[in-house]
Each structure stands twice: as C-alpha cells, then as structure tokens.
C-alpha cells in the first residue's frame, strides 16, 4: 500500500513545485470540472505573511464547539499530507486525495502542484453535506494565488503582513506586498483585518478606502493582561484566556482575531472561554513531551519546536525565549530565500550553542555550512549536524536546559516526523 509520503513524492512529478502565479490554469481546469468551488457556501480565506494557520484554527475550533460543521485547507503539511485538509472533524484520507487527484489528472491541462492540491479541497469540500463554513488558507499572496476564486466569501482575514516572498512576486517593498495581500479583496465581503505594525496598518487602511466591503479593524478588539492572567476585551465582552500552548504575543493576538470573528459569527462568549485552554497548534511554539526524539535527550532538557521563518515571526519568538530563565540552545534550518542573516539577528546572542542542520528533502534549503557561517559572524558557538538525532546529541548533556528547534516549518515537520 503507497504510503502518504510516498505518494505526495509521486504527485510531485506530475506538478511542479515551482511557484507560478497565476489562476488561468486553475480557472480552466475548474471550468472542465463545471466549477465546484461555486457550490461552497460561505467560504472564507484567511491571507497574511504569518498567523493564517494559527487563526484558522483557533475560528475552526470556536465553530465546531458552537456545533458548526467546517472544512479546511491549509498549506503545508507539517507531517503528512492528509493534514491538509480538514473535513469536518477529521482529516481526509489518502484514498480520497487519490480520487480527486485522479479526477484533476484527467483533465489533461497542466497545473502547479499548489493549484492541484488546492483543487483537490475544492472536489472534496464540494462532495461534504450540511457544511456551514469553508476556511481555505491562502499560500502566497493573494493577488493571483489559486485560493482567490470567489467573488463574495462569508469573511476574508487578513493576519499578520511583513516583509516575506518579494522573490516569488518579484517586488522589492512592503508596500507592494501589502498591495498584493489586500488589492485585490471581495468588494462584497467582510475584511477582518489582524494585528499589524502602525505603517502595516496605514497602509492596509489607504488601499481599502475604496473598497467598499466592511472592515472590522483591530481596534475594535485587544489583548490586555490583569496581573498574570491574559484577557480579550472588546465594547462587549471580557473572556479569559486560560491555556497551557499559547505562549506568545504573535500567537495571542492571532487568538484575539479569531474570537473577534468567532463573535461576529454568533459563537457564544461561554463556549469561547471553554474552547481556548484545548486548542493546541503544531510546530508553533510547541514543546515535545514524548515521543521517539525524547531518548536522544535527557529527561532534564526540554525539547521546543517553532516554525518562525521570517523577521517578524523570529522577534516573536525572541519574545518569548528572553523570558525563560534556563539555558537555551538551538538547532537551526532555514531556507535560502528567508534572510538567515537577518532572521539569525533578532534572537541577539540569546543562544549558548547552535547546531546547523540542513532541512531533509527541500531542494531550497541553507546547508548546515552555510548557516554556520552566518552564525558564527554572529559571534555564536555553532556546530554542524547531518541530521535532527545527531543534532540532538551534540547538544544534550546533564545541564537543565532548551533545545529549540527553529527556522522553517520543513524543519519542525521533519522532527515530528521522526518522532
């Protein structure tokens, strides 16, 4: 039986992986297929440069426990490409993605890989009964991603923008990535927009002047923090936020925007409250409490997974790390076109050690010599790993202390996979 993996490998030589920008190749095979994407009813996109997941799935979660039936596509998979996609409560599984593969194949027009698996949600969400929200994670951009396909959704939201990508939209500034973002939105929609940096923001509210869909701005909501306990305030309500797996300010105003829209949508203030301490993200600051990975390393070391990969992602990380009292070591793997030396600069010498490793089966990543480089001009104490187990033992010794495993969600999928 082709396992998961195996099969994603395979459906790589059928589409390519080169990011191409452009929907006439999804709008023809769609139109073959008689457009299935029209018969989703209140689809929602979530687009940004970072938070997409996590917001997703914080809005997912607040629905589902309102008793709301959701589908989901989100982009990438961190350990297997059933995760993708979200059918109601459960992932798909392999069988189907073949169907709907199968399906997309036989149209015989040529798509990038992104706009296949793209359609292979739209086929699947399209044969779900009963559904009352569609959630599709935009990839990159907007403008012409393959997930801009409807003319009036229920909501689009807008997280985080930074600086990401400029090669892919061959653009130079933040403010043509803010354009391609958020100009070309519905103009019959609701615009959520998330948490942003002050000239994020002015910029994001110049070019929706014109656009006459309603946005619901982040003043209208904020995180505020009474003594050690963190609460989400609006005009209307105060709920707690009580969780063990929200650690991070990035990660608590994504919270804050998916209970906005939670709200808007009627999801009562109680099951809120409720949900939040069960909702648990991957690969986002994350720690590792078992699992294979853990005999590499003493019971005294803690094990930290985050897929922080750009400027902003990485002083939210910072953020974090500043703040715990023990040592702090770091395995680190990052691709070319994120700025390693820039990214490598906001942590600030907070490492004792890093360990370079070169991310498995991605064709764009740094070498491990590459980021020692880099590394070491940073004044670190940096060794160079062939691999994520290796890695962990060239680090692990008596002394109390966290790895932090860092610089691409590749990365973190790689180590969940092989715990």
Not at 32 to 43: A, I, R, S, T, V
Not at 299 to 314: F, P, R, V, W
Request: a positive charge.
């Amino acid at each position: 039986m082709v396992s998961s993996e195996i099969f994603y490998n395979q459906i790589q030589s059928k589409y390519t992986r080169k990011i191409d920008l452009d929907r006439k190749r999804i709008l023809k095979v769609l139109k073959k297929l008689q457009f299935p994407h029209l018969n989703l009813e209140k689809p929602i996109n979530v687009i940004g440069s970072d938070g997409k997941f996590t917001t997703a799935i914080n809005l997912i979660s607040f629905l589902e426990a309102s008793k709301k039936k959701t589908t989901f596509f989100s982009s990438p998979h961190l350990v297997d490409l059933t995760h993708r996609y979200r059918l109601k409560k459960k992932f798909i599984s392999l069988n189907q993605i073949k169907k709907y593969e199968k399906i997309i194949h036989n149209t015989g027009l040529k798509l990038t890989l992104f706009e296949a698996l793209t359609i292979i949600y739209l086929l699947a969400a399209n044969d779900q009964k009963k559904i009352d929200y569609h959630i599709c994670e935009a990839g990159a951009g907007f403008e012409k991603d393959s997930t801009n396909l409807w003319e009036q959704p229920m909501a689009q939201i807008i997280t985080n923008i930074n600086l990401q990508h400029q090669d892919l939209f061959g653009v130079k500034t933040l403010k043509e990535v803010i354009k391609i973002k958020v100009g070309y939105l519905s103009k019959k929609t609701n615009i959520y927009i998330g948490k942003q940096k002050p000239k994020v923001l002015r910029e994001i509210k110049r070019i929706l002047k014109k656009n006459p869909s309603k946005v619901i701005y982040p003043s209208n909501w904020r995180i505020i923090k009474n003594n050690d306990q963190y609460l989400y305030k609006d005009k209307k309500n105060t709920i707690p936020i009580n969780s063990e797996y929200i650690h991070s300010k990035g990660l608590l105003d994504n919270l804050g925007l998916a209970i906005k829209i939670a709200l808007d949508f009627n999801v009562k203030p109680s099951i809120i409250k409720k949900t939040i301490p069960k909702i648990v993200y991957q690969g986002r600051i994350q720690y590792i409490k078992k699992g294979k990975l853990r005999k590499y390393i003493n019971n005294n070391e803690q094990l930290l997974l985050d897929g922080a990969h750009s400027k902003t992602s990485a002083k939210n990380l910072y953020d974090y790390l500043k703040n715990i009292k023990l040592p702090l070591y770091c395995i680190w793997g990052m691709q070319k076109n994120k700025f390693p030396k820039e990214f490598l600069k906001e942590f600030r010498g907070i490492f004792k050690k890093i360990v370079t490793v070169k991310i498995p089966n991605e064709p764009n990543s740094c070498t491990a010599d590459e980021l020692k480089s880099i590394a070491i001009k940073q004044n670190y104490n940096v060794k160079t790993s062939i691999e994520i187990k290796e890695a962990l033992k060239t680090i692990s010794s008596k002394e109390k202390k966290i790895i932090c495993v860092m610089g691409s969600l590749y990365l973190c999928g790689s180590v969940l996979k092989e715990n």
